[in-house]
């Protein structure tokens, strides 16, 4: 694993969780090796995490005999050159989102990668949570019937104070872009998920604050965006850091011919559902909540009895378990894991929504194939 901040206590707590969890495990993970640059914090890390051992330099990471599976959990601009030696090396990958920083960073991943013939997937942990997979299960039965919106928006407040210093997450070399690939990019990949592929998209970023203690912000603050999806669908998305009160809000809303669903983060164990068809008549109308934790629900068969609800972490349990078991049976990581080429889809519509801020015009998205 490479990172030990955030993500990489997530990912570690996953593979912990997983095998004992899911059983019986796909694999059962040894934590090898975890690198970072600061060596008293990644040598904490690893006693923390369980690895057996640390390395201050990516390189040796890649290179290791005993590793069979690379984990970037590291910030966006370490992902390209250790994710795609590290396959090269015969290593599966999982890499944190975004992706690359931009489109072209991300396309080179998945050209790289896939060509080294490993299992790659890209850390879109949403699409597992159980109410986006029912969610997702739901749409592909046709419960919704032809779908007319996307609604999506991920707000976070913590950039508000003009005090916060300028960290990685606002120097564009190191992180891509700002709201719109940290944030904007979750929306965007379960638009993707849920309703389709993006055709093309209308947009708009904002920087409030430019100047900050330690320097200056060269990424977006927030963006808001339209989109047009190839089957027909409108969405509008957006995501901010600025939203005071907001912590960690994701929400999205779908609605079809037949029927809406509707999610919040937050409130992560529900799907809110209305299937209008089937509602006794327009007095009783209304949204219902279900809880998505009984037996027959996605991803209840490794957890407690009905109603013992889940959180956040447990999202990286079900990817992790997921591409564990890609790699056991040597079955796809997609539809349900997103892919490098699903991470540089998103890379796609994220560029699209920079240039049709500079344009000022609705831009198209365009999609390279590996063979050009
Ligand atoms: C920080 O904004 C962050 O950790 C994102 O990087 C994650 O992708 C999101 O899941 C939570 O917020």
């Not at 969890?21 to 369980?50: C, F, H, K, N, Q």
């Not at 891509?176 to 929306?187: F, I």
Request: with cysteine; charged share 25%; net charge negative.
């Amino acid at each position: 694993m490479l990172g030990y901040g955030f993500m990489g206590k997530a990912h570690a707590h996953a593979y912990r969780t997983l095998s004992y969890m899911t059983w019986p495990p796909p694999l059962v993970p040894r934590l090898v090796s975890i690198g970072g640059r600061a060596e008293e914090a990644v040598s904490d890390a690893a006693t923390r995490y369980g690895f057996e051992r640390y390395a201050v330099d990516w390189h040796e990471l890649a290179a290791d005999p005993d590793v069979q599976l690379f984990d970037n959990s590291g910030p966006n601009g370490i992902h390209a050159g250790p994710t795609i030696a590290a396959a090269e090396a015969g290593k599966h990958v999982v890499c944190e989102k975004p992706l690359g920083r931009t489109a072209d960073e991300s396309y080179e991943m998945w050209r790289r990668v896939a060509a080294a013939g490993v299992k790659h997937m890209t850390a879109f942990n949403y699409r597992f949570v159980p109410a986006v997979r029912l969610a997702r299960e739901m749409i592909e039965a046709g419960d919704l019937g032809d779908i007319f919106h996307f609604r999506g928006r991920y707000l976070q407040q913590w950039l508000v104070d003009p005090a916060f210093p300028r960290a990685w997450r606002l120097d564009r070399e190191q992180s891509g872009s700002g709201a719109l690939g940290d944030l904007g990019a979750h929306v965007i990949d379960l638009a993707r998920y849920l309703v389709g592929e993006v055709a093309s998209v209308f947009g708009e970023t904002r920087t409030f604050i430019p100047d900050r203690p330690g320097g200056s912000v060269d990424v977006d603050d927030a963006f808001g965006a339209t989109l047009q999806f190839d089957a027909g669908a409108f969405g509008v998305i957006e995501a901010s850091r600025f939203a005071t009160g907001r912590k960690n809000s994701l929400t999205w809303e779908i609605n079809g011919s037949k029927g809406s669903l509707a999610f919040d983060l937050e409130r992560l164990n529900e799907l809110q559902v209305n299937l209008s068809g089937s509602e006794p008549g327009r007095r009783a109308q209304g949204f219902r909540t279900v809880l998505v934790t009984a037996p027959d629900h996605p991803f209840a068969e490794h957890w407690w009895p009905d109603g013992h609800v889940l959180g956040w972490e447990h999202t990286f349990v079900h990817e992790l378990h997921h591409l564990l078991a890609a790699m056991a049976d040597d079955t796809d990581v997609g539809p349900h894991g997103a892919t490098f080429e699903d991470g540089y889809r998103a890379a796609e519509v994220c560029d699209a929504i920079i240039r049709a801020g500079e344009s000022g015009q609705r831009e198209g998205v365009t999609y390279r194939s590996l063979t050009g």
